[in-house]
């Protein structure tokens, strides 16, 4: 499932991804080697539409990646064990977004994400935004079949910047765990 | 004094609009929560000429969860002519008289203004405006919009959960039209994103309580 350069390098994965004291954060590209078997799973994912105008507009569904190989990757790179890897799928469309919002105010933790948005321009919005509360933002890009962890720590919340009318039909799609 | 007040009125106002006592039904009647829509307002040679004025004016992107597009600096401050002069008729007791007696609230004799520039992809996702003291949020529009191209200010009626649940009147920007409602927990509004490469400009701001 994994692409094998990683698997290889899993020290330094786990160096890099505590670089940034801050933010810690990392970005691996090309990382599933059977990602266009996952993709077709993906789309045929359940999607529910669901609208809270003070806080998102998006469509979601459940995929459950029960791959041995790909817990005991994020269990080696994070130092703890993980067990459920059951992603939020998230399907995103034109005037689709995801605010910050007071009343839903994530604790710390570790965000693991996984994109399968294909022929996405940036001027669409879509972006994953994360948000210090003091103003300092960080912007995850948007790229096919990578992997993103990032460590939230306290007072760190995220949103998706609103889909604008560039995206046209597209759609943006990404898998997300919170651990 | 009379005199004074009606002067300065009609310097910047359509005379069909100086007796404000006969909007204050409708304003307070207005659905989903108290507005106004006050088509061709402001004479069209001072719209135009502000318009000029404001091009003038350097806008700064504004990007956040909530919002897109560009806003001048606090125009009370000012050193455009025209612009400066718009300030003063805002500022004026006459027109502060206007508007309280128009929507029945007191009002201090200063309020928020600035400039604010929409174009292509630009929005503002709904909430509700409320910030200590604000009554009163008005909009002056400068440019014409068409509903296809977004732009519009969308008022939004509460369900019985408190929260926005839909559009219940779209105020599409039209050259000289004055725009403004009360600021309150139900004041859900948004502005639709445009979607053509025009621009939607205007002057906008607050009337706090007294």
Known sequence: MINKTYLTKIEEIKKAFHTNKYFP?????????????????????????????????????ELKLDILEFREFLSKILNKKITNTTFTVYKLEWKDFKILNDDCVEKPGIDIILDFTENWNTESGGQIIYSDGSGENYTMPVLKNSLTIVERKKGVQKFFKYVNNLAGNGKRQFLLLSV | MLFIAKYVLKEFIDPEYLQPEKFKKEFLNNKPFPYLELK????????????????????????????????TNDLGKTQNKVIKEFVQFLYSKEFIDFMQKLTGFKFKNKADIAGTLYQNTDYLLCHDDELEGRKIAYLFYLTNMEEKKGGSL?????????????????????????????????????????????????????????
């Open chain 1, 25 to 61: 954060s990392i970005q691996l590209h090309n990382f599933l080697i059977n990602f266009e078997e996952l993709k077709k799973k993906v789309d045929k994912s359940k999607f529910e539409k669901e609208t809270n105008l003070l806080s998102h507009r998006l469509s979601k569904a």
């Open chain 2, 40 to 71: 061709c307002f402001l004479k069209e040679n001072r719209a135009i000429e502000l318009l000029k004025a404001l091009s003038q004016e350097k806008f700064f992107n504004k990007e956040a969860d909530l919002f897109k597009f560009s806003q």
């Open chain 2, 154 to 210: 969308n008022l939004l009626e509460s369900g019985v959960d408190g929260n926005p649940s839909g559009i219940l009147k779209k105020i599409v920007p039209k050259f000289c039209t004055l725009a403004f409602f009360e600021v309150s927990p139900i004041s859900f509004h948004e502005v639709e994103e445009v979607i053509v490469d025009e621009q939607r400009i205007a002057i906008g701001g607050w009337f706090y309580s007294l």
